[in-house]
């Protein structure tokens, strides 16, 4: 007898995860043999500590660094001490993991990547309001230092210093809901410093390439994130809408990984590369391009692309919102953003020129959302048949500690509430859970009666939940961007609250490019009130879903921001031009 297609996609599912989870159990196995025939490979306890973390075995992971750490002699232990730290980073463990840094400079002083480590690491979530100043504060405090101590006297400097920033990012400032314009730039700065001196040909301003006849512009993309991510999800609507009688695309991807969306990408682009994990390669490759325009996808998010991005490998360079945040690169000349999302403002949080295309700013296609194989049922996911379920799902780190009290009043008027979280791993599970459990407290309530938090899902799975759902809790500080234009593509009433700076704007922008704009709240009082309203209102809520159901074109697949792009590039590219000939006839007459 056959089986029901969403059945035997259920089966795929559990076999993929079986197999996920006997893949870690088979590679512990071998790692415990390897590390067995070398006692003293720092690179042995390493793999053996990872298997554990992907299994969940923390005790594990803690013993098994504590044996590394007698056991390998102190000149091969550096990698041990730095996966050990970074293991804390991603467990929320901070304070250890600076003290950590702090540990292992005692023993390796001229590592420029621990001082980094020390001074500038942050929380993936944050306990409460006064530990984000007491951090920012820290970080402020730590960049200045790294600044005012950074040498670059020496072969060997340059190479720690560059070793260093090619695993740093400093993507989780952003996500304290301050304006970031000073520290980014003093970071980018430093960043810059450090990769001028590293490649100063590559630091040098570049001549416009004058444009002959017939021939069109060449305008480059790149990202390390060009696969089943949002950068792509964002920004391959430029490349594939653009016009080519007029732009030559350049794409280049310097990730290692690949999918079918790396694959449209190249099918879209003029030109595609592909060198993962090779700066210098890549460097080289876009120089012989000779490129009018530069854009990079996802600085600040990736550190490779940061890296290239501190560099000038086109006359004219340009930043894209994957991290909706400014640069602060000198390198970068203009940051690309979404005219209806940006404050009237905006201007002050940018170390860049700020280029606002109509609209949201993208060409966005519309998920596919395959309904008939998602059919997972709330029991799976933990949640009552007979609640009101609010999806707070877009990354753990974007709901600060001062909104946990607005779910609790929530609860208050919905007694049948329940709240959905995903987060990363138990650690960050446990703080969300305890800032939680004060939060709902103070109110009276029980937070665990009101809410579920479960481990980050896969891309079907995640769907899957969305559909679940009755309303969609967005962040406030740093709104959904990708996750709001699925949960809109999964039929899911949307409240908001805009916040002063872009990244808490996105969600704003698509609601108000939609006309749907009832779940805009102007207060944390109002969004309250929305939400309460969402889960006691069946038949408002229903109107929300039918009006933004039927506005799906005005959200999706918008090419009017790809003609104001071309637009923008073809002026810049003949302004410059126009200067550099300029320039060359007042030299001539001199």
Same mark, same amino acid.
């Given at each position: 007898?056959?089986?029901?297609?969403?059945?035997?996609?259920?089966?795929?599912?559990?076999?993929?995860?079986?197999?996920?989870?006997?893949?870690?159990?088979?590679? #512990?196995?071998?790692?415990?043999?390897?590390?067995?025939?070398?006692?003293?490979?720092?690179?042995?306890?390493?793999?053996?500590?990872?298997?554990?973390?992907?299994?969940?075995?923390?005790?594990?992971?803690?013993?098994?660094?504590?044996?590394? &750490?007698?056991?390998?002699?102190?000149?091969?232990?550096? !990698?041990?001490?730095?996966?050990?730290?970074?293991?804390?980073?991603?467990?929320?463990?901070?304070?250890?993991?600076?003290?950590?840094? *702090?540990?292992?400079?005692?023993?390796?002083?001229?590592?420029? %990547?621990?001082?980094?480590?020390?001074?500038?690491?942050?929380?993936?979530? $944050?306990?409460?309001?006064?530990?984000?100043?007491?951090?920012?504060?820290?970080?402020?405090?730590?960049?200045?230092?790294?600044?005012?101590?950074?040498?670059?006297?020496?072969?060997?400097? *340059?190479?720690?210093?560059?070793?260093?920033?090619?695993?740093?990012?400093?993507?989780?400032?952003? $996500?304290?809901?301050?304006?970031?314009?000073? #520290?980014?730039?003093?970071?980018?700065?430093?960043?810059?410093?450090?990769?001028?001196?590293?490649?100063?040909?590559?630091?040098?301003?570049?001549?416009?390439?004058?444009?002959?006849?017939?021939?069109?512009?060449?305008?480059?993309?790149?990202?390390?994130? @060009?696969?089943?991510?949002?950068?792509?999800?964002? &920004?391959?609507?430029?490349?594939?809408?653009?016009?080519?009688?007029?732009?030559?695309?350049?794409?280049?991807?310097?990730?290692?990984?690949?999918?079918?969306?790396?694959?449209?990408?190249?099918?879209?682009?003029?030109? &595609?590369?592909?060198?993962?994990?090779?700066?210098?390669?890549?460097?080289?490759?876009? %120089?012989?391009?000779?490129?009018?325009?530069?854009?990079?996808?996802?600085?600040?998010?990736?550190?490779?692309?940061?890296?290239?991005?501190?560099?000038?490998? =086109?006359?004219?360079?340009?930043?894209?919102?994957?991290?909706?945040?400014?640069?602060?690169? !000198?390198?970068?000349?203009?940051?690309?953003?979404? =005219?209806?999302?940006?404050?009237?403002?905006?201007?002050?949080?940018?170390?860049?020129?700020?280029?606002?295309?109509?609209?949201?700013?993208?060409?966005?296609?519309?998920?596919?959302?395959?309904?008939?194989?998602?059919?997972?049922?709330?029991?799976?996911?933990? +949640?009552?048949?007979?609640?009101?379920?609010?999806?707070?799902?877009?990354?753990?780190?974007?709901?600060?500690?001062?909104?946990?009290?607005?779910?609790?009043?929530?609860?208050?008027?919905?007694?049948?509430?329940?709240?959905?979280?995903?987060?990363?791993?138990?650690?960050?599970?446990?703080?969300?859970?305890?800032? #939680?459990? *004060?939060?709902?407290?103070?109110?009276?309530?029980?937070?665990?009666?009101?809410?579920?938090?479960?481990?980050?899902?896969?891309?079907?799975?995640?769907?899957?939940?969305?559909?679940?759902?009755?309303?969609?809790?967005?962040?406030?500080?740093?709104?959904?961007?990708?996750?709001? &234009?699925?949960?809109?593509?999964?039929?899911?009433?949307?409240?908001?609250?805009?916040?002063?700076?872009?990244?808490?704007?996105?969600?704003?922008?698509?609601?108000?490019?939609?006309?749907?704009?009832?779940?805009?709240?102007?207060?944390?009082?109002?969004?309250?009130?929305?939400?309460?309203? +969402?889960?006691?209102?069946?038949?408002?809520?229903?109107?929300?879903?039918?009006?933004? =159901?039927?506005?799906?074109?005005?959200?999706?697949?918008?090419?009017?921001?790809?003609?104001?792009?071309?637009?923008? @590039?073809?002026?810049?590219?003949? %302004?410059?031009?126009?200067?550099?000939?300029?320039?060359?006839?007042?030299?001539?007459?001199?």
């Amino acid at each position: 007898m056959t089986l029901p297609i969403h059945e035997i996609y259920n089966q795929q599912i559990a076999e993929a995860e079986r197999r996920q989870r006997d893949f870690w159990s088979e590679s #512990l196995a071998k790692s415990q043999e390897f590390l067995q025939e070398n006692p003293q490979s720092a690179k042995a306890y390493i793999e053996v500590a990872r298997c554990h973390a992907k299994l969940h075995r923390h005790s594990e992971v803690r013993a098994i660094l504590e044996q590394g &750490f007698s056991s390998v002699s102190f000149e091969n232990s550096y !990698p041990l001490h730095l996966w050990h730290i970074h293991w804390l980073d991603e467990c929320n463990r901070t304070r250890e993991a600076i003290a950590a840094a *702090r540990r292992a400079r005692e023993l390796f002083p001229e590592k420029f %990547m621990l001082k980094l480590i020390e001074a500038l690491s942050l929380p993936i979530i $944050y306990d409460s309001t006064e530990e984000i100043e007491e951090y920012r504060e820290r970080f402020t405090q730590g960049l200045r230092g790294l600044s005012q101590e950074l040498s670059l006297e020496t072969p060997d400097s *340059r190479a720690n210093t560059l070793a260093a920033i090619a695993s740093h990012s400093n993507f989780r400032l952003g $996500y304290q809901a301050q304006n970031d314009r000073d #520290l980014q730039t003093e970071y980018g700065r430093l960043h810059h410093r450090i990769m001028a001196a590293n490649y100063p040909e590559w630091a040098k301003p570049i001549s416009m390439p004058e444009i002959v006849p017939g021939e069109k512009l060449r305008v480059g993309y790149v990202s390390s994130r @060009f696969r089943n991510l949002s950068a792509a999800k964002y &920004f391959s609507g430029w490349i594939r809408e653009h016009n080519k009688d007029v732009v030559s695309v350049y794409a280049y991807h310097i990730g290692a990984k690949t999918d079918s969306i790396t694959e449209e990408i190249r099918k879209s682009s003029d030109t &595609f590369r592909h060198i993962p994990n090779s700066l210098e390669e890549m460097c080289r490759a876009i %120089m012989d391009d000779k490129l009018h325009v530069l854009v990079f996808l996802d600085v600040c998010l990736e550190p490779v692309t940061t890296q290239l991005a501190s560099l000038r490998l =086109a006359p004219v360079q340009c930043a894209a919102w994957d991290q909706p945040i400014t640069t602060g690169l !000198p390198t970068i000349d203009y940051f690309i953003s979404s =005219a209806v999302a940006e404050p009237d403002d905006a201007q002050k949080h940018y170390s860049e020129e700020l280029l606002l295309l109509p609209g949201i700013g993208v060409n966005y296609l519309k998920p596919v959302i395959p309904t008939a194989l998602l059919t997972k049922t709330r029991r799976d996911f933990q +949640l009552r048949d007979d609640a009101i379920v609010y999806l707070c799902i877009q990354y753990a780190y974007k709901y600060l500690p001062d909104q946990d009290h607005l779910l609790a009043q929530i609860a208050k008027q919905v007694a049948n509430a329940q709240f959905v979280f995903l987060t990363e791993n138990d650690f960050v599970a446990a703080d969300l859970q305890g800032r #939680l459990d *004060r939060a709902f407290s103070a109110a009276n309530l029980n937070a665990r009666d009101y809410c579920v938090i479960l481990p980050a899902l896969e891309r079907f799975t995640y769907w899957n939940l969305s559909l679940l759902g009755d309303v969609f809790l967005d962040a406030i500080g740093w709104s959904g961007g990708v996750s709001t &234009f699925e949960a809109i593509a999964c039929r899911i009433p949307i409240v908001t609250l805009p916040g002063k700076f872009m990244r808490g704007r996105q969600s704003y922008a698509i609601l108000t490019e939609l006309g749907v704009t009832d779940t805009i709240a102007n207060d944390a009082a109002e969004y309250v009130q929305i939400a309460i309203r +969402l889960g006691t209102d069946r038949n408002w809520r229903d109107d929300i879903v039918r009006r933004m =159901a039927g506005n799906y074109p005005s959200v999706y697949s918008d090419t009017r921001c790809v003609r104001v792009l071309e637009d923008f @590039f073809k002026r810049t590219v003949e %302004m410059r031009l126009q200067k550099q000939r300029n320039s060359e006839v007042s030299r001539a007459h001199k």
